[in-house]
């Protein structure tokens, strides 16, 4: 086994309560951070399911002939926004709104005649759902002379993407900020590791040591450290989430790609702040 990993896994047996410190602290920043990532995935995907219903409803007059809805039909499912067009009957429309207003089916039993207008519903494909597509789409629509209205919630649609605009905002911000105080703790926590084997590095030194052999046990250990605290966070970040699961709420969760990224980011830091905490202490002695 070479020198340098034999001595990053003897400080774990040599001082076991400070490097168990170190990686307790690593993983309880990321944990933090893990939390963070799970609470803004679930509200990324609770906008995306919103975004998911955006459709447009174009009311045709009675007047619409056959071919022209035809003609319509295929011009629109070639654009390259629109997923699906349906056309719903004038039938199709009451029956819809006896099923989804049963406070109102007698009213509606009663009517001598359908008020109800046939439409088309546009469903936009994903990535494709936004104001600006959906207005352009929508007016498209609205050219035809066949159409008398087209709807689509042009105040609530822009709502959505003004508050998932904010929610990136704050993500940003919020996670930069954890990161930043993540980095603080285990640079501190490295940083006390080397302090308390300060003697031994003086040693080193003091043998003909160069600064490269004496770096690679702490990079080493720092590895390691970050290593398992990254592990230590994705398996307390996941515990949490069975727990709001299975007890208060149901929550999905993370990409495995999110996971992996907090186990990397672990180790990167682990690794960066040995190297800082090392580099300054050996400048000093």
Known sequence: MPYALREALAAFR??????????????FALFVIGLFGLTAF???????????????VAYLTDATTAGQLDLAQQELRK????????YVTRTEALATAMAEMEEFKDVFSDLEQNPLPASLEVRMKPGNRGPEQVERVAKRI????????????????NQIFTLRRI?????????GAFAVVAAIVIATAVRITVFARREEIGIMRLVGATDGFVQRPFLLEGIISGLLGGLLAAGLTYGTFRLLSDTMF????VPLEWVVAVVIVGTAF????????VRRHLSQV
């Open 79 to 86: 654009l390259p926004e629109v997923e699906r067009v349906t």
């Open 14 to 27: 040599r001082t076991p309560l400070l490097t168990g410190l170190s990686v307790v602290a690593i993983a």
């Open 270 to 277: 682990g690794l960066l702040s040995s190297l800082v905490a």
């Open 142 to 157: 609205q050219a035809y002379p066949f159409v008398e209205d087209v709807r689509y919630g042009r105040d609530w649609l």
């Open 250 to 253: 149901r929550v999905e969760w």
């Open 42 to 56: 679930n509200i990324r995907r609770a906008i995306e399911r919103v975004e998911e219903k955006v459709e447009i």
């Open 167 to 175: 929610a990136a905002g704050v993500a940003m911000v919020i996670g």
